[in-house]
């Protein structure tokens, strides 16, 4: 076999860890949990042997895809060592052996991806999104989530988001009565004609009341309904589907390519939210929404409570994909952090965001805040 000779063949030696607690502005309620105070995320840096860096994050939720402490814990136990003295440019094996070393974790698994990728990127001297396909989108359309139970200081937040140019928002409803939810989407329509609203319950509604509140709130013809109902419902939700008149979208229902394969063939949704928190890196995201397009399906990029560098990881995805034509929510970073641990702002502008052009990821995380947020400051 020829031998690859670019610096891609280089080894990589370095696989450093941080557990990071980010403080954050505002309290959020979704229909599954709340976050209030910080948000926990892992870092994860891979060094070659000429000393390039790669980075990674980690961005679990406990009530959603697993804990900051599995995160680190199968970084750390079991895919170091599959990683440590592999050829950086091996990265589609090292993912393979990753999927087979250690169930679940896919949060671990995209942080091990998004890192070999950066890495590839800055030794190449190339962006990411070159690497996963090229650019199909030259900015992204950014959605903003409304889930703060204070719904004053939402207003707030939706009048700062309009002034930026923010075009799209997404209501979390499910989390208190009815009449909370009913009451906002009235206000927001009577006062905020200009954004585009779609609806996330988070899996908050239970089976009895479900296509009633679905029905409801469909009557204010949001773009779409997301996910009404528990993760493993897959028969409410195409019930629920069929009840109504408005798209429907899976989020927590649909991880991986195997549970789209499942989505599809018992018809639970229109569109679906791709993560790389819950595929398992870039690749597999890559892979859900290809199979959601040849469904006939819609999808946007999801999110996770993430940094910037949880963000990076999905604009690159996005940008060479052009089957994810719904935009995305990489909104922690300049909207729900206290501070962000990159060196530069995430980019976004006029309500989009603008993927970084330079090698890797583009911008890599300030060492000093990582240590600082880690407490090993
Ligand atoms: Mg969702």
Known sequence: MEQITSDLAQTITGFDLWHLTLPVVSRRDHGIGSVESAIETVALRLTAESGAEGWGEASPWSVFTGTPEASYAALHR???????????????????????????????????????????GRIAGVPVYTLLGGGAHKSVPLSVSIANPDFDADLDLMRRLRDDGVRIIKLKTGFADHAFDVRRLER???????????????????????IG????????????????????????????????????????????????IRAVTEGICDGVSVKVMKSGGPTRAQTVARMAAAAGMCAYGGDMFESGLGHLAGVHTLTATP????????????????????????PIMGGKVIVPEGPGLGIRPDPDKIRHYAGCA
Do not use: W
């Not at 094996?93 to 950066?118: G, N, P």
């Not at 419902?233 to 991986?256: K, N, T, Y």
């Not at 089957?323 to 300049?334: D, P, Q, T, V």
């Open 78 to 120: 079991y895919l170091k060592p599959i990683t440590i003295g592999r050829r950086v440019c091996d990265s589609a094996a090292i993912m393979a052996e990753a999927r087979r070393t250690v169930a679940h974790c896919t949060e671990a698994k995209s942080a091990l991806e998004s890192a070999l990728l950066d890495l590839q």
């Open 188 to 210: 927001i329509a009577s006062d905020f004609p200009e954004f585009e609203v779609r609806v996330d319950f988070n899996q908050g509604l239970e089976p009895f009341e479900a």
């Open 213 to 260: 509140r679905t029905r409801s709130v469909a009557e204010f013809a949001p773009a779409f309904i997301e996910q009404p109902v528990r993760a493993d419902r897959f028969r409410l939700m195409a019930d629920i589907r069929a009840a109504i008149d408005v798209p429907l979208l899976a989020d927590e229902s649909v991880f991986g390519p195997e549970d789209m």
């Open 323 to 346: 089957e994810i034509s719904l935009g995305c929510e990489f909104y922690h970073a300049r909207y729900h952090l206290a501070e962000d641990i990159l060196e530069e702002p995430f």
